[in-house]
Protein backbone atom coordinates (compact mmCIF):
# COMPACT_ATOMS: atom_id res chain seq x y z
CA UNK A 1 0.00 0.00 0.00
CA UNK A 2 1.07 3.57 -0.37
CA UNK A 3 0.08 7.23 -0.66
CA UNK A 4 1.51 10.68 -1.17
CA UNK A 5 0.49 11.86 2.43
CA UNK A 6 0.00 9.30 5.60
CA UNK A 7 -2.10 10.77 8.89
CA UNK A 8 -1.43 8.69 12.07
CA UNK A 9 -4.33 9.98 14.69
CA UNK A 10 -8.00 10.01 14.44
CA UNK A 11 -7.84 12.74 16.86
CA UNK A 12 -8.75 16.89 15.43
CA UNK A 13 -5.30 17.53 14.78
CA UNK A 14 -5.44 14.35 12.72
CA UNK A 15 -8.61 14.47 10.89
CA UNK A 16 -7.81 18.49 10.15
CA UNK A 17 -4.72 17.61 8.61
CA UNK A 18 -6.40 14.67 6.38
CA UNK A 19 -9.33 17.43 5.42
CA UNK A 20 -7.28 20.15 4.71
CA UNK A 21 -4.84 18.36 2.48
CA UNK A 22 -7.97 16.78 0.66
CA UNK A 23 -8.72 20.13 -0.39
CA UNK A 24 -5.08 21.37 -0.95
CA UNK A 25 -4.19 18.25 -3.21
CA UNK A 26 -7.35 16.81 -3.95
CA UNK A 27 -5.64 14.76 -6.99
CA UNK A 28 -3.27 12.68 -4.22
CA UNK A 29 -3.78 9.71 -2.34
CA UNK A 30 -4.25 10.37 1.60
CA UNK A 31 -4.30 7.79 4.24
CA UNK A 32 -5.44 8.67 7.95
CA UNK A 33 -4.39 5.56 9.93
CA UNK A 34 -6.64 5.83 13.61
CA UNK A 35 -6.43 3.18 16.72
CA UNK A 36 -9.88 4.69 17.48
CA UNK A 37 -13.03 4.02 15.44
CA UNK A 38 -14.47 6.64 15.94
CA UNK A 39 -13.36 10.11 14.80
CA UNK A 40 -13.71 13.76 15.68
CA UNK A 41 -14.57 16.37 13.74
CA UNK A 42 -15.58 20.22 13.72
CA UNK A 43 -19.35 20.97 13.08
CA UNK A 44 -21.33 24.77 12.85
CA UNK A 45 -17.91 26.36 12.80
CA UNK A 46 -18.28 30.32 13.81
CA UNK A 47 -15.87 32.99 13.80
CA UNK A 48 -16.43 35.23 16.42
CA UNK A 49 -13.27 37.47 15.26
CA UNK A 50 -9.98 37.24 13.03
CA UNK A 51 -8.75 34.22 15.26
CA UNK A 52 -11.70 33.28 17.84
CA UNK A 53 -14.17 30.62 16.61
CA UNK A 54 -16.99 28.91 18.37
CA UNK A 55 -17.99 25.21 17.31
CA UNK A 56 -19.21 21.87 18.32
CA UNK A 57 -17.59 18.57 18.29
CA UNK A 58 -19.11 16.11 16.31
CA UNK A 59 -18.04 12.05 16.89
CA UNK A 60 -18.38 10.09 13.51
CA UNK A 61 -17.55 6.28 12.39
CA UNK A 62 -13.68 6.51 10.92
CA UNK A 63 -14.89 5.55 7.08
CA UNK A 64 -17.32 9.11 7.16
CA UNK A 65 -13.22 10.78 5.99
CA UNK A 66 -13.40 8.11 3.18
CA UNK A 67 -17.15 8.83 2.00
CA UNK A 68 -16.96 12.61 2.14
CA UNK A 69 -13.47 12.69 0.47
CA UNK A 70 -13.10 10.66 -2.79
CA UNK A 71 -8.77 10.38 -2.23
CA UNK A 72 -8.56 9.98 1.63
CA UNK A 73 -8.53 6.22 2.31
CA UNK A 74 -8.83 5.08 6.35
CA UNK A 75 -7.26 2.30 8.21
CA UNK A 76 -8.39 1.43 11.37
CA UNK A 77 -4.97 0.19 12.93
CA UNK A 78 -2.01 0.57 15.62
CA UNK A 79 1.46 2.65 14.67
CA UNK A 80 3.83 0.28 15.23
CA UNK A 81 6.84 1.44 13.81
CA UNK A 82 8.38 3.58 11.16
CA UNK A 83 11.15 3.21 9.06
CA UNK A 84 12.22 6.47 8.01
CA UNK A 85 15.14 5.42 5.44
CA UNK A 86 13.17 3.55 2.96
CA UNK A 87 9.78 5.86 4.17
CA UNK A 88 7.46 2.71 5.60
CA UNK A 89 5.34 2.71 8.57
CA UNK A 90 4.23 -0.92 9.90
CA UNK A 91 0.17 -0.77 10.92
CA UNK A 92 -0.74 -3.33 13.49
CA UNK A 93 1.41 -6.39 12.80
CA UNK A 94 0.56 -6.54 9.28
CA UNK A 95 -0.08 -3.37 7.23
CA UNK A 96 2.74 -1.83 5.33
CA UNK A 97 2.28 1.24 3.75
CA UNK A 98 5.02 3.86 1.87
CA UNK A 99 4.78 7.40 2.45
CA UNK A 100 6.02 10.46 0.75
CA UNK A 101 5.06 12.81 3.76
CA UNK A 102 4.16 11.48 7.37
CA UNK A 103 2.39 13.50 9.93
CA UNK A 104 2.02 12.15 13.59
CA UNK A 105 -1.09 13.37 15.49
CA UNK A 106 -1.22 10.65 17.54
CA UNK A 107 -2.28 12.91 20.94
CA UNK A 108 -1.60 12.72 24.91
CA UNK A 109 -2.73 10.79 27.53
CA UNK A 110 -3.77 11.93 31.21
CA UNK A 111 -0.63 11.84 32.99
CA UNK A 112 -1.84 10.77 36.45
CA UNK A 113 -0.58 11.12 40.08
CA UNK A 114 1.87 8.48 40.91
CA UNK A 115 0.12 6.66 43.44
CA UNK A 116 -2.53 5.55 40.38
CA UNK A 117 -0.13 2.88 39.36
CA UNK A 118 -2.22 -0.54 39.90
CA UNK A 119 -4.97 0.96 41.77
CA UNK A 120 -8.32 0.83 40.05
CA UNK A 121 -9.67 3.89 42.37
CA UNK A 122 -7.92 6.52 40.60
CA UNK A 123 -8.79 7.41 37.33
CA UNK A 124 -8.33 9.39 34.54
CA UNK A 125 -10.70 11.21 31.92
CA UNK A 126 -8.99 11.64 28.03
CA UNK A 127 -11.77 9.46 25.82
CA UNK A 128 -15.39 8.09 25.99
CA UNK A 129 -13.92 4.48 26.98
CA UNK A 130 -12.62 6.61 30.16
CA UNK A 131 -15.31 8.88 30.73
CA UNK A 132 -18.09 5.63 30.78
CA UNK A 133 -15.46 4.07 33.32
CA UNK A 134 -15.54 7.10 35.64
CA UNK A 135 -19.42 7.89 35.30
CA UNK A 136 -20.47 3.96 36.34
CA UNK A 137 -17.93 3.93 39.13
CA UNK A 138 -19.16 7.53 40.30
CA UNK A 139 -23.02 6.48 40.29
CA UNK A 140 -22.41 4.32 43.21
CA UNK A 141 -19.81 7.48 44.89
CA UNK A 142 -20.98 9.42 47.65
CA UNK A 143 -17.65 10.72 48.17
CA UNK A 144 -14.85 11.89 45.56
CA UNK A 145 -11.90 13.28 45.33
CA UNK A 146 -10.41 15.66 42.41
CA UNK A 147 -6.37 15.90 41.80
CA UNK A 148 -5.71 19.11 39.65
CA UNK A 149 -6.62 22.88 39.05
CA UNK A 150 -6.73 22.85 35.37
CA UNK A 151 -9.67 22.36 32.47
CA UNK A 152 -11.41 18.86 33.60
CA UNK A 153 -11.05 19.49 37.65
CA UNK A 154 -12.44 22.75 37.12
CA UNK A 155 -15.32 21.49 34.96
CA UNK A 156 -16.13 18.07 37.30
CA UNK A 157 -15.87 20.39 40.40
CA UNK A 158 -19.41 22.64 38.79
CA UNK A 159 -20.96 19.70 36.96
CA UNK A 160 -20.54 16.70 39.38
CA UNK A 161 -23.77 16.20 40.79
CA UNK A 162 -25.38 14.23 44.06
CA UNK A 163 -21.75 13.15 45.60
CA UNK A 164 -19.81 15.04 48.37
CA UNK A 165 -16.01 16.17 46.69
CA UNK A 166 -13.16 16.89 47.95
CA UNK A 167 -10.90 19.35 45.66
CA UNK A 168 -7.04 18.82 45.77
CA UNK A 169 -4.76 21.96 44.51
CA UNK A 170 -1.29 22.88 44.64
CA UNK A 171 -2.34 26.19 44.49
CA UNK A 172 -3.92 29.14 46.32
CA UNK A 173 -6.93 29.54 44.46
CA UNK A 174 -9.50 27.59 41.74
CA UNK A 175 -8.87 27.32 38.07
CA UNK A 176 -4.84 28.30 38.12
CA UNK A 177 -4.85 26.85 34.59
CA UNK A 178 -6.30 29.30 33.07
CA UNK A 179 -7.23 32.40 35.82
CA UNK A 180 -5.65 34.50 38.41
CA UNK A 181 -6.46 34.77 42.11
CA UNK A 182 -8.99 37.34 41.34
CA UNK A 183 -11.02 35.33 38.60
CA UNK A 184 -10.29 32.35 40.36
CA UNK A 185 -12.68 34.28 43.53
CA UNK A 186 -15.36 35.25 40.87
CA UNK A 187 -16.00 32.08 40.34
CA UNK A 188 -15.84 30.64 43.51
CA UNK A 189 -19.73 31.79 44.25
CA UNK A 190 -21.00 29.04 41.02
CA UNK A 191 -19.12 26.28 43.63
CA UNK A 192 -21.71 26.12 46.23
CA UNK A 193 -24.86 26.73 43.63
CA UNK A 194 -26.69 23.37 42.49
CA UNK A 195 -26.96 24.98 38.90
CA UNK A 196 -26.78 21.74 37.49
CA UNK A 197 -30.21 20.54 39.00
CA UNK A 198 -31.92 22.66 37.07
CA UNK A 199 -29.91 21.96 34.12
CA UNK A 200 -31.07 19.59 31.75
CA UNK A 201 -28.91 16.60 30.61
CA UNK A 202 -29.83 15.97 27.39
CA UNK A 203 -27.75 13.33 25.16
CA UNK A 204 -29.07 15.20 21.62
CA UNK A 205 -26.17 13.92 19.26
CA UNK A 206 -26.03 10.57 18.38
CA UNK A 207 -23.90 8.47 19.67
CA UNK A 208 -21.79 5.61 18.26
CA UNK A 209 -20.27 3.20 20.01
CA UNK A 210 -16.72 1.99 19.76
CA UNK A 211 -16.27 -1.39 18.80
CA UNK A 212 -14.43 -3.59 21.71
CA UNK A 213 -10.73 -3.68 19.69
CA UNK A 214 -10.62 0.04 20.12
CA UNK A 215 -8.76 0.78 22.74
CA UNK A 216 -6.75 4.29 22.79
CA UNK A 217 -9.48 6.89 21.76
CA UNK A 218 -8.81 10.68 20.88
CA UNK A 219 -9.78 13.53 23.69
CA UNK A 220 -13.14 13.98 24.39
CA UNK A 221 -12.79 18.26 23.59
CA UNK A 222 -15.27 21.00 24.44
CA UNK A 223 -18.60 20.55 26.25
CA UNK A 224 -18.26 16.44 26.47
CA UNK A 225 -20.06 16.93 29.93
CA UNK A 226 -23.01 17.97 27.88
CA UNK A 227 -23.48 14.11 27.26
CA UNK A 228 -23.64 12.57 30.34
CA UNK A 229 -24.91 12.00 33.50
CA UNK A 230 -22.09 13.43 36.06
CA UNK A 231 -24.04 11.78 39.39
CA UNK A 232 -23.07 10.45 42.33
CA UNK A 233 -25.10 8.72 44.76
CA UNK A 234 -25.73 10.82 47.79
CA UNK A 235 -29.85 12.29 47.86
CA UNK A 236 -27.90 16.19 48.32
CA UNK A 237 -26.59 18.59 46.23
CA UNK A 238 -22.63 18.24 46.46
CA UNK A 239 -20.63 19.70 49.22
CA UNK A 240 -17.47 21.05 48.01
CA UNK A 241 -14.35 21.51 50.01
CA UNK A 242 -11.15 22.92 48.51
CA UNK A 243 -7.77 21.86 50.08
CA UNK A 244 -5.58 24.85 48.85
CA UNK A 245 -2.08 23.78 48.28
CA UNK A 246 -2.18 20.60 49.12
CA UNK A 247 -1.01 17.47 46.93
CA UNK A 248 -1.28 13.66 47.45
CA UNK A 249 1.15 11.73 49.31
CA UNK A 250 -0.60 8.14 49.29
CA UNK A 251 -3.50 6.49 48.57
CA UNK A 252 -3.92 3.05 50.73
CA UNK A 253 -6.50 0.62 49.88
CA UNK A 254 -9.24 0.33 52.85
CA UNK A 255 -10.43 -3.38 54.04
CA UNK A 256 -13.92 -2.90 52.97
CA UNK A 257 -15.19 -4.95 55.68
CA UNK A 258 -14.45 -2.56 58.31
CA UNK A 259 -14.48 1.37 56.28
CA UNK A 260 -17.34 2.85 54.44
CA UNK A 261 -14.99 3.87 52.50
CA UNK A 262 -12.60 1.80 49.45
CA UNK A 263 -9.69 4.24 49.94
CA UNK A 264 -7.99 6.53 52.33
CA UNK A 265 -6.26 9.57 50.88
CA UNK A 266 -3.13 11.09 52.80
CA UNK A 267 -2.53 14.82 51.90
CA UNK A 268 0.73 16.75 52.58
CA UNK A 269 -1.39 19.06 54.92
CA UNK A 270 -1.62 15.59 57.18
CA UNK A 271 -5.05 15.30 56.51
CA UNK A 272 -6.52 11.70 55.70
CA UNK A 273 -9.87 11.63 53.45
CA UNK A 274 -11.83 8.34 52.84
CA UNK A 275 -13.58 8.40 49.82
CA UNK A 276 -14.80 5.54 46.90
CA UNK A 277 -13.02 7.88 43.54
CA UNK A 278 -9.82 9.83 43.27
CA UNK A 279 -9.52 11.68 39.85
CA UNK A 280 -6.62 12.48 38.73
CA UNK A 281 -6.75 15.38 36.56
CA UNK A 282 -3.48 16.29 36.23
CA UNK A 283 -2.98 17.52 33.02
CA UNK A 284 -1.13 14.85 29.67
CA UNK A 285 1.63 13.34 28.42
CA UNK A 286 2.99 12.75 25.18
CA UNK A 287 1.54 8.65 23.77
CA UNK A 288 4.70 7.97 22.15
CA UNK A 289 4.55 4.14 21.91
CA UNK A 290 6.09 3.08 18.54
CA UNK A 291 9.61 2.12 16.99
CA UNK A 292 11.46 4.01 14.96
CA UNK A 293 14.29 2.77 13.27
CA UNK A 294 16.32 6.18 13.13
CA UNK A 295 17.53 7.36 16.08
CA UNK A 296 16.87 11.43 14.94
CA UNK A 297 13.42 12.01 16.39
CA UNK A 298 14.09 14.62 18.53
CA UNK A 299 11.93 14.29 21.68
CA UNK A 300 11.51 17.15 24.23
CA UNK A 301 12.25 16.30 28.04
CA UNK A 302 8.90 15.39 28.10
CA UNK A 303 8.53 13.58 25.74
CA UNK A 304 6.66 15.60 23.35
CA UNK A 305 7.79 15.64 19.33
CA UNK A 306 9.51 18.36 18.44
CA UNK A 307 8.56 20.33 15.37
CA UNK A 308 9.94 23.56 13.86
CA UNK A 309 8.04 26.53 12.52
CA UNK A 310 6.72 24.35 9.38
CA UNK A 311 6.03 21.86 11.87
CA UNK A 312 8.55 19.03 10.56
CA UNK A 313 10.35 16.51 12.88
CA UNK A 314 13.89 16.30 13.08
CA UNK A 315 13.64 13.42 10.56
CA UNK A 316 12.90 14.48 7.21
CA UNK A 317 9.55 14.22 5.51
CA UNK A 318 7.88 13.36 9.06
CA UNK A 319 5.50 16.25 10.30
CA UNK A 320 3.86 16.28 13.72
CA UNK A 321 1.00 17.84 14.96
CA UNK A 322 -1.34 18.80 17.67
CA UNK A 323 -1.47 17.23 21.36
CA UNK A 324 1.91 14.90 20.56
CA UNK A 325 3.92 18.27 19.48
CA UNK A 326 6.26 20.66 21.19
CA UNK A 327 6.22 24.22 19.20
CA UNK A 328 9.79 24.68 19.03
CA UNK A 329 10.35 27.84 17.19
CA UNK A 330 10.25 31.69 17.69
CA UNK A 331 6.86 32.22 19.38
CA UNK A 332 5.25 35.81 18.50
CA UNK A 333 5.22 38.32 21.19
CA UNK A 334 1.38 37.35 22.12
CA UNK A 335 1.45 33.53 21.34
CA UNK A 336 2.31 30.28 23.41
CA UNK A 337 1.66 26.96 23.41
CA UNK A 338 -1.12 25.32 25.19
CA UNK A 339 -2.48 21.56 24.95
CA UNK A 340 -5.69 22.88 23.77
CA UNK A 341 -8.55 21.82 21.30
CA UNK A 342 -7.82 24.99 19.15
CA UNK A 343 -4.53 24.66 18.66
CA UNK A 344 -4.62 21.17 17.42
CA UNK A 345 -6.77 22.06 14.66
CA UNK A 346 -4.96 24.84 13.95
CA UNK A 347 -1.81 22.91 13.90
CA UNK A 348 -3.28 20.01 12.03
CA UNK A 349 -4.47 22.41 9.04
CA UNK A 350 -1.05 24.00 9.23
CA UNK A 351 0.75 21.06 8.90
CA UNK A 352 -1.11 20.37 5.97
CA UNK A 353 -0.95 23.40 4.39
CA UNK A 354 3.18 22.85 4.95
CA UNK A 355 2.92 18.96 3.89
CA UNK A 356 1.53 20.37 0.20
CA UNK A 357 3.41 22.97 0.15
CA UNK A 358 6.80 20.90 0.28
CA UNK A 359 5.17 18.55 -2.11
CA UNK A 360 4.92 21.31 -4.57
CA UNK A 361 7.90 23.12 -3.97
CA UNK A 362 5.84 26.15 -2.85
CA UNK A 363 6.61 28.85 -0.50
CA UNK A 364 4.77 28.93 2.86
CA UNK A 365 4.43 31.71 5.32
CA UNK A 366 3.45 30.75 9.34
CA UNK A 367 0.05 31.29 9.73
CA UNK A 368 -1.89 34.09 11.29
CA UNK A 369 -3.72 32.08 13.93
CA UNK A 370 0.07 31.55 15.54
CA UNK A 371 0.45 35.39 15.99
CA UNK A 372 -1.86 36.20 18.91
CA UNK A 373 -2.70 33.56 21.64
CA UNK A 374 -6.99 32.85 21.99
CA UNK A 375 -9.32 30.51 24.16
CA UNK A 376 -12.69 30.50 24.39
CA UNK A 377 -14.63 27.90 27.20
CA UNK A 378 -17.15 27.71 29.89
CA UNK A 379 -15.95 27.70 33.64
CA UNK A 380 -18.54 27.25 36.27
CA UNK A 381 -21.09 28.52 33.73
CA UNK A 382 -19.21 31.39 32.51
CA UNK A 383 -18.33 31.84 29.03
CA UNK A 384 -14.76 32.61 29.36
CA UNK A 385 -12.17 34.22 26.40
CA UNK A 386 -8.96 34.42 27.39
CA UNK A 387 -6.56 36.27 24.82
CA UNK A 388 -2.51 37.35 24.17
CA UNK A 389 -0.88 37.34 27.33
CA UNK A 390 -3.85 37.10 29.60
CA UNK A 391 -2.41 36.62 32.70
CA UNK A 392 1.22 38.82 32.12
CA UNK A 393 2.89 35.38 30.59
CA UNK A 394 6.35 36.75 29.27
CA UNK A 395 5.63 40.14 30.97
CA UNK A 396 7.44 39.88 34.39
CA UNK A 397 6.66 42.64 36.65
CA UNK A 398 6.34 45.29 33.84
CA UNK A 399 3.09 45.65 33.36
CA UNK A 400 -0.09 47.30 34.75
CA UNK A 401 -3.85 45.98 34.73
CA UNK A 402 -7.02 47.65 34.59
CA UNK A 403 -9.89 45.57 36.53
CA UNK A 404 -13.72 45.40 36.18
CA UNK A 405 -15.57 43.30 38.27
CA UNK A 406 -19.22 43.15 38.84
CA UNK A 407 -20.16 40.13 41.08
CA UNK A 408 -21.85 37.13 39.37
CA UNK A 409 -21.96 38.88 35.66
CA UNK A 410 -18.88 39.56 34.87
CA UNK A 411 -14.90 39.89 35.53
CA UNK A 412 -12.61 41.77 32.91
CA UNK A 413 -8.77 41.92 33.36
CA UNK A 414 -6.48 43.96 30.77
CA UNK A 415 -3.19 43.87 30.93
CA UNK A 416 -1.13 46.49 29.64
CA UNK A 417 2.32 47.67 28.72
CA UNK A 418 3.93 50.92 28.12
CA UNK A 419 0.43 52.06 27.48
CA UNK A 420 -0.30 49.15 24.94
CA UNK A 421 -2.29 46.05 25.34
CA UNK A 422 -0.82 42.85 25.87
CA UNK A 423 -3.38 40.41 26.87
CA UNK A 424 -7.16 40.44 28.24
CA UNK A 425 -9.16 37.57 29.97
CA UNK A 426 -13.07 38.65 29.62
CA UNK A 427 -15.05 36.48 31.52
CA UNK A 428 -19.25 36.84 31.21
CA UNK A 429 -20.38 38.41 28.15
CA UNK A 430 -18.92 41.38 27.64
CA UNK A 431 -18.83 41.54 23.80
CA UNK A 432 -15.30 43.28 24.24
CA UNK A 433 -13.64 40.31 22.18
CA UNK A 434 -13.26 41.92 18.89
CA UNK A 435 -11.72 44.96 20.32
CA UNK A 436 -9.21 43.67 22.95
CA UNK A 437 -8.03 41.04 19.58
CA UNK A 438 -8.11 44.01 17.43
CA UNK A 439 -6.07 46.53 20.44
CA UNK A 440 -3.56 43.69 20.98
CA UNK A 441 -2.66 42.84 17.36
CA UNK A 442 -2.06 46.69 16.11
CA UNK A 443 -0.36 47.83 19.58
CA UNK A 444 -2.47 51.40 19.40
CA UNK A 445 -1.10 53.17 22.83
CA UNK A 446 -4.11 53.30 24.85
CA UNK A 447 -2.44 55.75 27.17
CA UNK A 448 -4.76 58.77 26.44
CA UNK A 449 -7.87 56.18 27.11
CA UNK A 450 -7.04 54.00 29.91
CA UNK A 451 -9.42 56.03 32.46
CA UNK A 452 -12.12 55.29 29.83
CA UNK A 453 -11.32 51.58 28.43
CA UNK A 454 -13.45 49.72 31.58
CA UNK A 455 -15.70 52.68 32.30
CA UNK A 456 -19.01 50.83 31.85
CA UNK A 457 -21.13 54.26 31.72
CA UNK A 458 -18.57 54.32 27.93
CA UNK A 459 -18.86 52.44 24.82
CA UNK A 460 -15.27 52.03 24.09
CA UNK A 461 -16.05 49.82 20.53
CA UNK A 462 -16.94 53.70 19.27
CA UNK A 463 -13.58 54.74 20.27
CA UNK A 464 -11.41 52.27 18.01
CA UNK A 465 -13.76 51.89 15.08
C1 LIG B 1 -12.16 15.73 29.04
C2 LIG B 1 -11.46 16.71 28.14
C3 LIG B 1 -12.04 17.95 27.90
C4 LIG B 1 -11.39 18.88 27.10
N1 LIG B 1 -11.97 20.09 26.92
C5 LIG B 1 -11.35 21.01 26.15
C6 LIG B 1 -11.95 22.28 25.95
O1 LIG B 1 -13.03 22.58 26.46
N2 LIG B 1 -11.29 23.17 25.16
C7 LIG B 1 -10.10 22.87 24.57
O2 LIG B 1 -9.55 23.70 23.85
N3 LIG B 1 -9.50 21.66 24.74
C8 LIG B 1 -10.11 20.73 25.52
N4 LIG B 1 -9.51 19.52 25.73
C9 LIG B 1 -8.21 19.26 25.09
C10 LIG B 1 -8.41 18.83 23.62
O3 LIG B 1 -9.45 17.89 23.55
C11 LIG B 1 -7.09 18.24 23.08
O4 LIG B 1 -6.08 19.23 23.18
C12 LIG B 1 -7.23 17.85 21.62
O5 LIG B 1 -8.36 17.05 21.42
C13 LIG B 1 -5.98 17.09 21.15
O6 LIG B 1 -6.21 16.59 19.87
P1 LIG B 1 -5.17 15.61 19.15
O7 LIG B 1 -5.77 15.29 17.82
O8 LIG B 1 -3.81 16.19 19.19
O9 LIG B 1 -5.10 14.31 20.05
P2 LIG B 1 -6.20 13.14 20.48
O10 LIG B 1 -7.54 13.77 20.50
O11 LIG B 1 -5.63 12.56 21.67
O12 LIG B 1 -6.16 12.17 19.24
C14 LIG B 1 -5.13 11.24 19.05
C15 LIG B 1 -5.61 10.17 18.09
O13 LIG B 1 -4.52 9.33 17.77
C16 LIG B 1 -4.91 7.97 17.89
N5 LIG B 1 -3.70 7.20 18.20
C17 LIG B 1 -2.95 7.25 19.33
N6 LIG B 1 -1.89 6.44 19.23
C18 LIG B 1 -1.98 5.86 18.01
C19 LIG B 1 -1.18 4.92 17.31
N7 LIG B 1 -0.02 4.43 17.83
N8 LIG B 1 -1.59 4.52 16.10
C20 LIG B 1 -2.72 5.01 15.53
N9 LIG B 1 -3.51 5.92 16.14
C21 LIG B 1 -3.13 6.33 17.36
C22 LIG B 1 -5.98 7.97 18.97
O14 LIG B 1 -6.79 6.82 18.88
C23 LIG B 1 -6.71 9.26 18.62
O15 LIG B 1 -7.64 9.02 17.60
C24 LIG B 1 -10.14 18.57 26.52
C25 LIG B 1 -9.56 17.31 26.74
C26 LIG B 1 -10.22 16.39 27.54
C27 LIG B 1 -9.59 15.06 27.78
N1 LIG C 1 -12.16 24.20 29.22
C1 LIG C 1 -10.99 23.82 28.72
O1 LIG C 1 -10.34 24.56 28.01
C2 LIG C 1 -10.49 22.48 29.04
C3 LIG C 1 -9.26 22.07 28.59
N2 LIG C 1 -8.82 20.82 28.87
C4 LIG C 1 -7.50 20.39 28.36
O2 LIG C 1 -7.40 18.98 28.46
C5 LIG C 1 -6.13 18.56 28.93
C6 LIG C 1 -6.24 17.75 30.21
O3 LIG C 1 -6.85 18.54 31.25
P1 LIG C 1 -6.29 18.56 32.75
O4 LIG C 1 -5.94 17.17 33.17
O5 LIG C 1 -7.23 19.35 33.56
O6 LIG C 1 -4.87 19.27 32.58
P2 LIG C 1 -4.38 20.78 32.85
O7 LIG C 1 -3.03 20.85 32.26
O8 LIG C 1 -5.42 21.77 32.44
O9 LIG C 1 -4.27 20.87 34.44
C7 LIG C 1 -3.49 19.99 35.21
C8 LIG C 1 -3.51 20.48 36.64
O10 LIG C 1 -3.01 19.46 37.50
C9 LIG C 1 -1.98 20.01 38.31
N3 LIG C 1 -1.06 18.94 38.67
C10 LIG C 1 -0.12 18.34 37.91
N4 LIG C 1 0.48 17.34 38.58
C11 LIG C 1 -0.10 17.32 39.81
C12 LIG C 1 0.08 16.51 40.97
N5 LIG C 1 0.95 15.51 40.98
N6 LIG C 1 -0.68 16.77 42.05
C13 LIG C 1 -1.60 17.77 42.04
N7 LIG C 1 -1.82 18.56 40.97
C14 LIG C 1 -1.08 18.34 39.87
C15 LIG C 1 -1.37 21.10 37.48
O11 LIG C 1 -0.67 22.01 38.28
P3 LIG C 1 0.69 22.68 37.72
O12 LIG C 1 0.30 23.35 36.46
O13 LIG C 1 1.08 23.60 38.82
O14 LIG C 1 1.62 21.51 37.52
C16 LIG C 1 -2.65 21.71 36.88
O15 LIG C 1 -3.31 22.51 37.81
C17 LIG C 1 -5.32 19.82 29.09
O16 LIG C 1 -4.56 19.99 27.93
C18 LIG C 1 -6.37 20.93 29.22
O17 LIG C 1 -5.93 22.17 28.73
C19 LIG C 1 -9.55 19.95 29.60
C20 LIG C 1 -10.80 20.29 30.04
C21 LIG C 1 -11.38 21.58 29.79
Redesign the pocket.
Known amino acids: MNATFVI?????????CAETLAFYQPDKKIIL????S???TVTNLLALTQTITTFN?EEAPINTLSSKYENISVIH????KISDEDKTIL?NSDIKITYEYLCI??????KLIPQAKDNPYILG???TD??EQFISKLSSSKRVMIVGNG??AS?LVYKIQNTDIDWVIKDNHISATFVDPGAGEFFQSSLHKNFNASEPILNKRMRYNEDSS????????????KHFQIKGACELPPQVKIHYQTEVTDVKINNVATSMFPVEVSLTNGEKINCDLVISATG?EP?I??EISSSKLELSPVNEIIVNEFMQTSVPNIYA?????HANWEHAKHWFP????????Q??CYAAKCMSGALNKEEILQDFCFEIFT?T??LFGYKVILLGLYNGQKLGNDYEILFRMTKEHEYLKLILQNGRLQGAVLIGDTDLEEMCENLILNQLDLSPYKEDLLDPNIDVEDYFD
Not at 8 to 16: E, P, R, S
Not at 77 to 80: D, I, S, T, Y
Not at 321 to 325: F, I, P, Q, R, S
Not at 338 to 345: G, S, V
Open positions: IGGGIAGVTVSESLIKVGKLRICIGALPIRDSVGIESKSGAALGPDWYVNDFAGDVCMKLWTQARMGHTR
